[in-house]
């Protein structure tokens, strides 16, 4: 090999490598290209998700606290005679919605297991409807659709296994967001406030969202003229006041988890536990407050970043980290909707390749308490680790 051809051969080597996603993405669009885009692109992204984190479900145990805790409100809803404030089923007094529907059902754990994941599928269906909307370009929609799999919003429709329906709430509150009818967001808003409270600042964004959508000029006053912004605000008053309305007629006690100790106790872990609410997604809204804050919108960009801080503030005054920075998923649309209507194309376009390359990367790490970190092991692993007889390493173990 002579000096000559080196640059040669080592520039055609880097071409190859390049072509590589090209050529992914062609074949994405290919498979977008029909009317039924919509269920391909929401196929790929559950089949992403499970890939990348799949659930061992032997350490699925029904008849653990947390599922006899369900059982127990999806028998006797609003009923706290005999519980103390450290019983599972007291902490789960105001998170009805999806007990309430399995009750009536008669559904066992298994079956809300299902309810929990086809609530992941229609957050995938919702995402990619979304960004869709948005960009205009069904590729986006697939790739963020894919990224909201990879990290926990969307992966713990499948391997949280310890009756914590908060996929079912996310899905609700993306569903809010897909949808332009301010009756559909009104009642999106109120079931995710009562599957996990957790959903209620999240409403926030929800409505930030819409204003950022349908509103001609951007404005805190202007905003409260959208009938979407409204319905999404009629949710969460109606969630308080039908709240209240039970703590009365039921004589029931507010249960809180919230602890100035778990905070002190919990900072080390802020880093890790908020990457993990929204991974790639952390790029639209760096994004999404640099577009605020040129466009001189600083009630908003205030009221965004300091939701979003609050929200870190309050992830860390639990236990589980990770399962309350994963509720910041609608902040990461309200970037991509800012990053749609105020930047160009290609850096919406780039930024969309980013945040899927960032997720895709990064494995599905679950952050909860002082130093407590979990790996959801990808299929591959499970599968090998099934053969060699080695269980536990999960979420729910």
Known sequence: MTASTLPAERSLGLHELGSVPRAGLRLLDRS??????????????????????????DNFHSNSKDWVAIQKIADHPFNQDGLTSTDRAYNFTFRVAVPLVGGRLGLGPQGYMVIQGLAGVAMFAASAHIVNRL????????????????????????????????????????AAMATRRWYLVTVCCFLAAWTDERAI?????????????????????????????LGAALGAVLHVVSRAGATVVFDLHQPSNLGTQYIKDQVNILPVGAWTGLEGLWVFVLIGAVVLCMARQWV????????????????????????????????????????ARYCQPRLVRHAVYLAFGLSLAWPLYYAGGASTVYWAYPLPLVIVRNLAGISGGSVGS
């Open 201 to 229: 600042p999240a409403i926030a964004f929800v409505m930030l969202f819409h204003a950022v959508v349908e509103s001609r000029e951007l404005g805190p006053l202007k905003a409260l003229r959208d009938p979407r912004v």
């Open 135 to 174: 960009t205009r370009r069904r590729r986006l929609g697939a790739l963020t659709a894919m990224t909201v799999g990879l990290m926990w919003a969307g992966a713990c429709s499948f391997v949280e296994l310890r009756g914590d329906f908060d996929a079912v709430a996310i899905a609700l509150l993306a």
């Open 32 to 57: 977008l290209s029909g009317r039924w885009w919509l269920l391909v692109a929401t196929a790929m992204a559950t089949v992403v998700s499970l890939f990348f984190a799949f659930p061992t479900y």
């Open 300 to 339: 908003l960009a205030l009221a965004y970043l300091g939701l979003i801080g609050l929200v870190a503030v309050a992830s860390i005054a639990v236990v589980d980290v990770t399962r309350s920075m994963a509720y910041l998923l609608p902040a990461g649309f309200v970037g991509i909707a800012l990053a």
